[in-house]
């Protein structure tokens, strides 16, 4: 905190308070302000031993004085009390006679007491021509006490007196707390326990019974020049607390109640910066002080009160520390011009002892080179070094590669053969599917074969009987007719040829019935077939009819993808899910794959050959719909995307971009292959097909025959694995899958999407349209075909229609016909019936005949139809005993196929497993290859190191150096190990080695000039203390001059008041302080008496002046006295009351802390500003407590 000063004596100030009049005339400016002095320099020094002087004695010099009129005891008195002041002085010190300088500076009193007098009338004159009731005074905007609260405080429980902001008198009755606002004034505000005279520590201070005590004080912080007013605001509070256990501290308090620190510095800065000096006797007098600096104290401590007061004796022990520190610098530079001589004449003796050195420079610098290149010759070593871990780690590297491939490249097989186990698997459970389903259909055949047969067995055993029931009955017939021709012949020797005729009749109409029924039962054997060919018609109409519906349908969506293709409305991913181009946008905004997806498949393919797309849709697959990327992380990020979007037919695969060299595994070049006729514009999506539907091995062919020819009549081609062809048969986009593998040839068709899916695979537009082209014009030709096919199928329908039709006419035709026979029958048998004497026997025959041929017509027809049945029936079991052999031919087949089909997976899987084992060990060997290249790393990386350090080290010794071709370390160390031993022959005759001459001559010359370099120093830096320690005992002897005027022209000045005279004795250079007063105004001519001889009252007035005058000249804005009337009589205690009101209200901003136990009112001039705090009779406060 920068402290505030007389004449920038301490340093620069924050602000400086200063009171000048408004109206001081220029004699006023020629004079410094004397009011206060303090300084920043530390009293650490204070108490030194001064240097005594040995020259000659000081020049006594004082300010002239007339002789007093006192009694004669009196004049012995004080002339004794000189002498013996004099006589026990000290010798004066050399800073004692420099500081007074002869005391020259005082021989002007009078001069200097007229022009103080004149400042004091000019300002009386001002103050009386201001108008009556106007007060010249007015409050300070901060440094002013707004109140002080103690608690727990001496005797005192809870104190709170607040204060005005000029003058404030304290009163009351004795024990009522009237000192205690001082002392608490002094301690809180940072002063010394003991600067209160009232106990010697602060645990004296607390009151009985109570532990802790605490005491607060509120200082103003206004205006443009408050202390740190953006932190504490308007008001500064500040508290100290102190326990009887030793504890306490200070705390500084914002307006608002904030703590803003608790150090104690922060009060002794703030005390500094509003110049409050609570420790300043003169400032805060206690009532001890009061007592003995009003009426009991001497001269040596009235002057000793004032140097303190007035801050001369702070400066004085401040300057009198930089004079010890001028004196001590003065000897140490003697010293060092002592230590000059010994300097030069080691440095001339080094001089000498170099000039032998240099006489064998060559052979030094050639043994320096040779030291310079040893450093090197290391480093270029190890460099050597590097270059050949350089070549090993570069061969590590080569390795390294070599392992890499291998890696990928078993990597790849490992690809393909998961490739063919997954392929293999598949056809295990394709084949155990079909397995089950031939099982199944087995069974099934072996039960349709078992119900045929006992079909078959039963219809046997059902001929059999109606064999044997057909020849009884046939029998019996021929039994009855020859019955019959016997009856009728001994008829017709009985009754002539009438009878005969009638017989024929009744035989030619029973014909007539028979070929009617015959003709009636082929016509009825005819409608079945009639109606099995309608039906068949039917169906096939129905058949032929889809087919149309089809192919129309065909046609239909060949001309929309025409017009898609012309008009250029066929998007890219219309063959794929909704939500693909929202996935595909997510992906190009996402910026946290390592490397991003690559899809859908299919949009990223083109086929040369578009004919060939329905088929390359269904060999894909839904991988058309996938994606690749390229390591674990990015396919669980990608499928997050796709599950939020609930994209669920996408497959995501993970594949390496390094490229799959098919050179050697593919066909020969007469064949197309998948990968011949496709256009891949990336190469994930590339390996990806051929690792999973090695397309590099799947030839197409444009014919049946040619696939055949390839695959089946001869062994198949090397590199082929697949083969398709078309079949134009089954309609457009129609192939058939051939494989030739251990178990045989197989062949699967391959059924073309939906026409109403879109085709996620791109191709040629022109080429598509030319293929949509000609599939158009064959489809419409296959469609002409079929709707002629349609016509003839609804022409036979019309034909079996007609035909039955007629069938039905003729069996209506033939019912009546036999009808109308059977009538003819009755009446002939009605007219044989009618014959006379026809046997009755002969009717009974032709009665039995008529049955038993009915019974064979029964029997036969029964015979025939299970004939029939059973040649029926007997094809059926052939058929289905036919079935059955195949079924289990096929089902043989298939545990065949199975059994080849899990070997080849297990061929597969132990081939996996060599390629497993054979890719750890190919990534070991990788590993192997790394650490290798690592150690070798590490190792070169500590070479380099050492090579940086050794290089480094010899950089610190010289510049790099060349070491020739053929140069070694030991080589060199033996040119030098030559040399040195020279050398050191040399340096044994001198006494001294190469590095001490050259050291010694190094540290004396650089110990003479750092020496010259000090005493220059030294001697410049005493010239500028001197300078300024002589300049500011200048200002201190000024300082000292005018506020002495001042304090004498303000006590004479103060003394008028009451007419009474006097003057004011400062002997300066005796340390004396005199008051000399002379009371009775009829006594002019007479002259000031000593203090001794006035009574009690005016001996206190006099004080009171005193006081008032070394007041003056202070700049604190603090002024507190404690019972200054106490030896008063009513009279000089009024006077001395007004006295101090009206010195309040001419010392513009300051406060003033008066205490009394007498009462003020009547006896003093009071106005707006004064306070008078009145302070409680304890006896009463004792009552109150006790109410």
Known sequence: MPTRTINSIGGSAARKRSRHDEDDNSLEHEVADVREASSSLQNEARHKRARISQGKQPVISRAPRKPSESSSEEDEDVVDMRAQTRDDAPAATQYEIMRDAGFEHLQHADEDDKRATQRIRMRKGRSQSNRAGALTNHAANNGILESITCINFM?????????????????????SGKSAILTAITLCLGGKASSTNRGGNMKAFIKEGQSEARLSVKIKNQGEDAYQHEIYGDTITVERRFKRNGGGGFRTFSAAGALISDKKSEVNDISEYYCLQVDNPLNVL?????????????????????LQGVQLQQLDDDYRVVEEMVSSSENKEADLETRLEACKQNYDNAKRTHALYMESENMRQEHQLLRQKILWAQVVEQERKIGEFDDKIAEADQLIQESQEHVAEKTQELERNDAHIDQAEAEVNAIKEEHTNQETVMEEAQQKYERARSDLERLRNEERDAYSQLSNASKDVKEYEQNIKDEEQRLQDSHGDAHTEKLRALDAARADLQQIEKESEEAQQRLPNLNTDADKATRELSTVGTFVTQKQAEIAGVKKRLR???????????????????L?????????????????????????NPAWSPMLE?????????????????????????????????????????TIDTSSSEPDNNFDTVLRILKIDDQLIRNQLIINNRIEKTILVESQEEADEIMVKSSPPRNVAACYHPIPRRGRGWTVRIVANANGINSTPVAPPPDHVPPRLQSDSLQETTLHKEQLEQLQVELRGLQKEKQTKQQTIERCRKEITEVSKTVNRNKQRARETQVDIDDIQAQLDAFEGVDSRLEGLRDDLEKAREAVEHYGNQYGDLGLKKQGQNQLVEETKADLKAEKTKYREFETRLSKAENKVKRYQDSRQIVVVEKNEAHDKHHIAINRKQHLEERRQRLGETVAEFTEQASRVCERVHIGEGETYDSIEKKLDSLDKALKDRERRRGMTDAQVQQRLEETK?????????????????????????????????????????????????????????????????????????????????????????????????SICLLLAIWEAMGSPLRCLDE??????????????????????????????????????GRAKLDKDVTITRMKDPRQRGIQDMI
């Open 155 to 175: 005797c005192h429980s809870k104190l709170f007196v607040t204060l005005g902001p000029n003058l404030n008198f304290i009163v009351g009755e004795n024990g």
């Open 618 to 658: 269904k060999l894909f697959g839904e991988n058309l719909n996938g994606f690749v990327v390229t390591n674990k992380r990015d396919q669980q990020r990608l499928s997050n995307m796709m599950n939020r979007l609930r994209i669920t037919r996408s497959p995501i695969l993970i594949g390496s971009p390094r």
């Open 1006 to 1102: 650089g110990a003479l000039e750092t020496l010259k370099s000090n005493i220059t120093r030294a001697r410049n830096t005493n010239q500028l203390l001197k300078k300024s320690l002589g300049e500011r005992l200048a200002k201190w002897r000024k300082f000292q001059r005018y506020i002495s005027s001042s304090s004498r022209a303000n006590f004479m000045y103060l003394l008028s008041e009451r007419e009474y005279r006097g003057k004011l004795i400062l002997d300066h250079e005796n340390h004396t302080l005199e008051v000399q007063v002379e009371p009775d105004k009829t006594r002019k001519s007479a002259s000031a008496r000593n203090t001794k001889t006035l009574s009690g009252g005016e001996k206190s007035f006099s």
């Open 1124 to 1161: 200054f009337d106490v030896f008063m009589d009513n009279v000089n205690r009024a006077i001395s009351t007004n006295m101090l009101v009206d010195a309040a209200r001419n010392s513009v901003g300051r406060q003033f802390i008066l205490i009394t136990p007498n009462a003020i009112e």
């Open 286 to 306: 206690s009532q001890d002080n009061a007592r003995q600096f009003l009426n009991q104290a001497s001269a040596k401590q009235k002057y000793k009160f004032f």
């Open 584 to 608: 595909l946008r997510e992906i190009e905004q996402d910026g946290g794959f390592e490397r991003k997806p690559v899809g859908p498949i299919g949009a990223h393919i083109q086929v040369s």
């Open 564 to 582: 898609d293709l012309e008009q250029g409305h066929r998007g890219l991913y219309d063959g794929y899910e909704q939500p693909m181009q929202n």
